[in-house]
Nanobody
Framework: QVQLKESGGGLVQAGGSLRLSCVAS????????MGWYRQASGKERELVAS???????DYADSVKGRFTISIDSAKNTVNLQMNDLEPADTADYYC????????????????WGEGTLVTVSS
């Protein structure tokens, strides 16, 4: 029903920057939230940044001040600007979309991208 296409991952040196982008397509009913999660080798998946439809954002403490999430609602796109990258940021990054398929956000469905690898070298 909904597909997420991610781009922007790659290899950078510590202190460098990357910009991740995720474009949603398909039969979207109503976007409740979009965000980014990451999972490093041997670690659990964690929230990196998310944005709700009202503009409220949530960031992992480890990325506050360095990462910025933004949404272009007209293009169904979420971006993650990552600055001052650290080796600890190395992980697979996954785009997430929460689609409100019921009335008044009473029922939602989550969609996920395939993941894009970010590697930060020391």
């Amino acid at each position: 029903q909904v597909q997420l296409k991610e781009s922007g991952g790659g290899l950078v040196q510590a202190g460098g920057s990357l910009r991740l982008s995720c474009v949603a397509s398909g039969n979207i009913v109503s976007i409740y939230a979009m965000g980014w999660y990451r999972q490093a080798s041997g670690k659990e998946r964690e929230l990196v940044a998310s944005m709700i439809v009202d503009g409220t954002t949530d960031y992992a403490d480890s990325v506050k001040g360095r990462f910025t999430i933004s949404i272009d609602s007209a293009k169904n796109t979420v971006n993650l600007q990552m600055n001052d990258l650290e080796p600890a940021d190395t992980a697979d990054y996954y785009c997430n979309l929460v689609d409100a398929v019921g009335s008044s956000y009473d029922w939602t469905v989550d969609y996920w991208g395939e993941g894009t690898l970010v590697t930060v070298s020391s």
